[in-house]
């Protein structure tokens, strides 16, 4: 669990450390209004940056969303399953799916950036538009990131095997919708102080 445990809290960290891109990106576009509508005299470089701070916070958050289960799923039917069930299922997934496409995305991603990178690639949306190379390599670092939580999710799924539960995640961030074991908790809450086991 020190194993798991130190990629989550990697994965976490630079989570957490790109979610600043959302301030820069609101600070971006704000300035980017008032020149355009109050000023009459827009930037050059707002929509380059704009969409680059966009892209990098949304794929540097991959790593973030899969440590703390957080990644959209389809369990209609494996929720029902027992958990040495849904570990067998995961597992297969992460090694049939999950891990060919992010090593592909690693490969393919350094590629791209690489030859943005010789080329000195700028941006053409936009005049005197900013080098994109920098942008470009967000792609193999984010897809690195998300092979190195996946070492962290496999392990997870063979302790799962191993003693037929779950083992635990970070606690970070509540979930708007109450998970079931906590149903519980919330009854035994409610109830009046009387009524409550000591």
Same mark, same amino acid.
């Given at each position: 669990? =020190?194993?798991?445990f130190?990629?989550?809290?990697?994965?976490?960290?630079? @989570?957490?450390?790109?979610a600043?891109?959302?301030?820069?990106?609101?600070?971006?576009?704000?300035?980017?209004?008032?020149? =355009?509508y109050?000023?009459?005299?827009?930037?050059?470089?707002?929509?380059?940056?704009?969409?680059?701070?966009?892209?990098?916070?949304?794929?540097?958050?991959?790593?973030?969303?899969?440590a703390?289960?957080?990644?959209? =799923?389809?369990?209609?039917?494996?929720?029902?399953?027992s958990?040495?069930?849904?570990?067998?299922?995961?597992?297969?997934l992460y090694?049939?799916?999950?891990?060919? @496409?992010?090593?592909?995305?690693?490969?393919? @991603?350094?590629d791209?950036f690489?030859?943005?990178?010789?080329?000195?690639e700028?941006?053409?949306?936009?005049?005197?538009? %900013? %080098?994109?190379?920098?942008?470009?390599?967000?792609? %193999?670092?984010?897809?690195?990131?998300?092979?190195?939580?996946?070492?962290?999710?496999?392990?997870?799924?063979?302790?799962?095997? =191993?003693? @037929?539960?779950? %083992?635990?995640?970070?606690?970070?961030?509540?979930?708007?919708?109450?998970?079931?074991?906590?149903?519980?908790?919330?009854k035994t809450?409610?109830?009046?102080?009387?009524?409550?086991?000591?």
């Amino acid at each position: 669990m =020190r194993f798991v445990f130190f990629i989550d809290h990697l994965s976490t960290w630079v @989570g957490k450390a790109f979610a600043w891109a959302i301030l820069l990106l609101t600070f971006v576009v704000s300035y980017e209004v008032f020149m =355009r509508y109050a000023l009459g005299a827009p930037t050059t470089w707002a929509y380059d940056t704009s969409y680059m701070l966009y892209g990098t916070l949304f794929m540097m958050s991959g790593a973030y969303a899969l440590a703390h289960n957080a990644h959209v =799923r389809a369990d209609v039917v494996s929720r029902y399953f027992s958990p040495r069930w849904q570990a067998g299922v995961e597992l297969a997934l992460y090694l049939l799916f999950f891990y060919p @496409g992010i090593l592909a995305l690693v490969w393919s @991603g350094w590629d791209f950036f690489s030859v943005s990178f010789r080329q000195d690639e700028h941006s053409s949306f936009t005049p005197g538009g %900013p %080098p994109i190379w920098p942008y470009k390599f967000v792609i %193999p670092a984010c897809a690195t990131f998300l092979a190195i939580q996946g070492m962290a999710e496999v392990t997870r799924c063979f302790l799962c095997l =191993r003693h @037929g539960k779950w %083992p635990l995640r970070l606690e970070d961030v509540e979930e708007i919708d109450i998970p079931v074991n906590k149903e519980a908790e919330i009854k035994t809450a409610q109830q009046e102080p009387g009524d409550k086991q000591p």
